[in-house]
């Protein structure tokens, strides 16, 4: 006992026990980071140029297009050749330098490279020529992003670094030149993930007029409410030309600038006018800056394919600037990176303004809000969704089931594939929707690609977990009522795995062609079914993919981090399935809910909370916006993937009544609302359930009128709002959004709707002192409150015009299933508490439809020792605490995030610091050690240093590190993450 209480000693506080790979090549001589920058001089304006290139991780073509430099056509680009170009360069001069961003194509690139070039490489980062920054996957967006999602690619870039290159691969600073916008969480993630600074190119033009006058062009931005700073404190720049290089000074092969001519004997000699031209520059930029370091972008979209156009030029600029200081000059340029000029400003120890919004929404003129992509292609949307759940639960699944997950009776699996689709998918112009159709179509294929060995290896898993080796299916299709095997077989098992770390109840719809079935749990207690008809919009959806004509519905109940299975059987008896009603009901309700409808127009007209005795009216319908074609006096800008530019302030309604029928059963009771041959949907109330569903089914949106559609639905009541609502930012922390008006700026309003709109990842609502309505989406979609006691939500798109962003398309998806035109569905969900406590409601609402349990089938009878049921964790956890990660990372190692989600100010009961036993939480896995990250886990926590920056507002907070009185039990306060390594044992 003895000696291994000293071995759990040595563990716990000494982190290099864990095989935590750091660059063996790396010498004690590198002089990468804040060391390897070239000096500057404390009397001189010091110009810090910043060589660089921006590659999209798809956009006009897709990765591998990108990668090669096939279809030139279409773009010429090809990062292979970037990288070939700039390390060539790199090696002439050890001045240079240069900074690299997008991991997915450096890992490509990597992989292809002889052992020389990769020591050359090694050496080149070692001496900080070559620099990486941001570091993720991708270069994420951050207004359709999840802030799971967004973690596990930053995470998965940064791995890489880190086991390549070691310290030296670690960048420092944040970079985000091109997403269209800037989300709080995003910032508040960064700093926990260990960034000294952040710099970003867009902003709103008049926030960006009123911080050039006022020299606030970087600040600080405290960018949580909860967490104690300066946990979420992130110093950030706003670059000076977005991310390209000042006019007239662009030397890529893709630009027309003229090189310099250096030779006085030539009649073309231009020193002095290109000197005389960036020193007039360099103090332009100066004045609205506030130190005596500026920096500028050398580069941009897939430059530097042949580097020694920019360098040769580069290195004559800073010898000519620098050569007029023996004749006065005050201007001293050199090679720099972002982290080489955050130094100085550092090193400058001034105070900072302090900012506590986010940066939505952005638009780059009076009427180019570029607030239409918040929804902008929405299948790819919730396809991103669904995919990320999915991959939580292979994790998951891969831990739980052990190393025959990986290898097992259904053959090799692996998470790895699908965890590289979804970084890529985080790119800011791929869940973003800002992408060409082709490249959208790549998308999609590389998550589906991702999909299929993660099932292998959810199979295994399962094979391990229940005992059973029977051939598991899976129905990617249910929401459109398409499964084969239900569609079939007179008996199956379905076995629902829930990825949280608490029981859900969730309500199964499985498409069949009998009229009645036996349901027992698995505990063999019979649970009460019902056999619904299929509606006739999703028969319309589906098409020829499935030919059920029935519905089977039931609900499930399903342990923490496990699964349960329950047995299917047809019986003999045929009843004919439920009958509806044509006629819509006055009211559907269980004992939580009461919804009313207008009798005569079929629409919502109430919502009661039969617990709390709360009562709102409640209109709910669907209407459109026409978008502009560009034809306008204002303005020749028109709607597009990017902008949302309506031709008017008043949406046209599509259909004043809705055509009903109802289906009222002991498990569900629904109302099918028809608004139009291209608009349907289903207002739907399970028993026992506190939330309300609204499954909306859009397209194809008509066009005949060759007018573009921008299709919102809007919930009216009469809750006294005051012109604010609310809308989650990436997932996680609610701000607070007022009509008209920006915290930081005084706003003069130029699109009524367009500028009023704002991301929803997860969910929006708006209250008053009695009412809180709250809808949960189930992807990230624009939306606004237009009006008090109002919410729109933006759901659906269809565009005839460009909207000149560079696209150069307009968004009018199809496919081969849809020639005529997209179909979309989606499902909201919709609670009414008490603000007190509405955040206790729909917190966990909105974690379970990111998260929704994962089911597989099994044809025919199991076998009679098969596990039924299984739980991964001892106990539940506590309300407040979500389980994020849990995920393989080598060998007995495993990667493990345990979060607060509630803000401190939102649950009386909920917002309290909660204590886990690591000891105490998993029933399969013994913890034998841990050790404590940062969170993209690539940096021991107690040794993360963050560069300290004071405000204009408050004195410096002191940084107190988390103290326990045992290693395992782990304290979580409002908002915070925790990463842990864990060494465990099976049990």
């Known amino acids: 006992m003895a000696a291994r209480f000293w071995f759990l000693t040595v563990f716990l506080f000494n982190s290099n026990v864990f095989p935590f790979p750091l660059s063996p090549e790396r010498t004690k001589t590198a002089t990468c980071g804040y060391e390897s920058c070239h000096p500057t001089k404390a009397a001189m304006l010091n110009v810090h140029l910043v060589p660089h290139t921006h590659d999209d991780v798809g956009w006009l073509k897709t990765v591998d297009q990108y990668y090669y430099g096939d279809r030139n056509d279409i773009q010429h680009a090809g990062v292979q050749y970037i990288l070939d170009s700039v390390v060539d360069q790199l090696l002439k001069n050890p001045d240079r330098r240069f900074i690299y961003v997008e991991t997915a194509f450096f890992y490509r690139w990597w992989k292809q490279q002889s052992f020389s070039m990769q020591q050359t490489v090694k050496q080149l980062v070692n001496e900080g020529r070559l620099e990486f920054v941001n570091g993720g996957w991708c270069m994420s967006d951050e207004a359709t992003t999840h802030y799971s999602a967004v973690i596990d690619q930053m995470t998965l870039g940064l791995r890489f670094l880190n086991e390549t290159f070691g310290p030296c691969g670690r960048p420092r600073v944040a970079w985000h030149i091109d997403p269209f916008g800037h989300a709080r969480e995003h910032a508040s993630m960064f700093a926990q993930m260990g960034f000294d600074g952040f710099f970003f190119g867009r902003l709103d033009y008049q926030d960006r007029g009123r911080r050039m006058a006022e020299k606030d062009q970087e600040l600080l931005w405290r960018a949580s409410d909860s967490l104690t700073p300066p946990m979420a404190d992130l110093f950030t720049g706003i670059l000076p030309n977005g991310y390209n290089p000042p006019d007239g000074f662009c030397w890529d092969q893709s630009c027309h600038d003229p090189p310099i001519r250096d030779d006085p004997d030539l009649e073309d000699y231009n020193v002095d006018d290109v000197v005389a031209r960036f020193l007039t520059i360099a103090n332009n930029q100066a004045l609205v800056y506030k130190t005596n370091h500026i920096i500028m972008t050398m580069g941009s979209d897939f430059q530097y394919e042949n580097a020694n156009l920019w360098y040769k030029n580069l290195d004559k600029l800073i010898h000519y600037v620098n050569a007029r200081q023996v004749k006065g000059s005050k201007v001293n340029v050199l090679y720099s990176t972002p982290s080489c000029y955050l130094q100085e400003l550092h090193r400058a120890n001034l105070t900072w303004t302090l900012k506590t919004d986010d940066f939505f929404p952005y638009a780059d003129n009076a009427h180019d809000f570029w607030t239409g992509y918040f929804t902008s292609r929405p299948a790819l949307k919730r396809y991103e969704r669904v995919s990320n759940g999915n991959l939580q639960v292979c994790n998951q699944l891969e831990v739980l089931g052990g190393p025959v997950s990986r290898k097992g009776p259904f053959g090799q699996g692996t998470s790895q594939t699908l965890k590289k689709a979804m970084g890529v998918a985080q790119h800011h112009d791929a869940v973003s929707g800002t992408e060409k159709q082709h490249v959208a179509n790549d998308y999609a294929k590389i998550l589906a690609n991702g999909w299929e060995p993660c099932q292998v290896l959810i199979s295994n898993s399962l094979s391990a977990l229940s005992r059973s080796t029977a051939h598991r299916f899976y129905c990617d299709n249910l929401n459109i009522s398409v499964c084969p095997l239900t569609e079939s077989s007179k008996k199956f098992s379905v076995t629902v795995y829930n990825p949280l770390a608490r029981p859900v109840t969730w309500p199964v719809r499985l498409p069949v062609n009998g009229t009645s079935y036996a349901v027992t749990d698995a ?368 060998k007995d190692l495993v990667l493990l995030r345990l979060e607060h989600q509630f803000q401190v100010w939102e649950s009386k009961v909920n917002s ?64 915070e993450i925790r990463t842990f390594l864990l060494r465990v044992e099976l049990r």
């Open 523 to 890: 505990n063999g207690k019979a649970v009460d079914s019902q056999v619904v008809p299929v509606s006739k919009s999703t028969k319309e959806v589906r098409r020829n993919r499935g030919f059920a004509v029935n519905e089977l519905l039931f609900q499930v109940q399903a342990p923490p981090l496990g699964f349960s299975t329950y047995s299917v059987s047809l019986l003999r008896y045929r009843p004919p399935p439920t009958s509806s009603q044509r006629q819509a009901p006055t009211a559907i309700e269980n004992k939580f809910v009461r919804v009313t409808f207008d009798p005569d127009t079929g629409l919502l007209s109430g919502l009661t909370n039969l617990e709390t005795k709360q009562t709102i009216k409640l209109t709910q319908n669907f209407y459109w916006y026409n978008a502009s074609d560009g034809n306008n006096f204002e303005s020749i800008q028109p709607s597009g993937a990017y902008i949302f530019r309506p031709n008017s302030s008043t949406p046209f309604v599509i259909s004043r009544t809705a055509v009903t029928e109802s289906i009222q059963t002991s498990v569900v009771q629904e109302v099918r609302q028809w608004f139009a041959p291209w608009v349907s949907q289903v207002v739907r109330l399970y028993a026992g359930s506190r939330t309300l569903e609204m499954e909306w089914t859009i397209g194809p949106i008509p066009i005949d009128d060759d007018l573009g559609k921008e299709v919102i639905t809007r919930l009216d009541t009469n809750i006294k709002s005051s012109e604010m609502f609310y809308t989650d930012s990436n997932g996680r922390e609610v701000l607070q959004r007022r009509k008209d008006f920006r915290p930081t700026w005084k706003l003069k309003q130029s699109e009524p709707i367009a500028g009023n709109y704002y991301p929803i990842n997860s969910r929006t609502f708006l209250n008053d002192d009695v009412n809180q309505l709250t809808v949960v989406t189930d992807r990230s979609q624009g939306g606004s409150s237009i009006h008090n006691g109002s919410l729109e939500i933006m759901l659906h798109r269809r565009l005839l015009y460009d909207d000149v962003r560079g696209v150069g398309e307009p968004l009018n998806e199809s496919s081969a299933m849809f020639p005529e035109g997209l179909i979309v569905r989606g499902c909201l969900l919709l609670t009414l508490d008490h603000p007190s406590t509405a955040s206790d409601v729909h917190r966990p609402l909105a974690e379970e439809m990111v998260l929704q349990p994962l089911l597989t089938f099994v044809d025919g009878d199991l076998h009679p020792k098969t596990r039924l049921e299984f739980s991964g964790l001892q106990a539940a956890l506590p309300p407040a605490v979500h389980l994020l990660t849990l995920s393989q990372w080598d």
């Open 912 to 975: 309290q610091p909660v204590t886990v036993d690591l000891q105490m939480l998993f029933s399969t896995l013994e913890v034998v050690g841990v050790s404590e990250l940062n969170l993209s886990a690539n940096q021991w926590k107690e040794e993360m240093k963050r560069f300290h920056w004071m405000s204009q507002t408050e004195e410096p907070f002191l940084h107190k590190s988390h103290a326990s009185t045992a290693a395992w039990l782990v304290t979580l306060k409002p908002m």
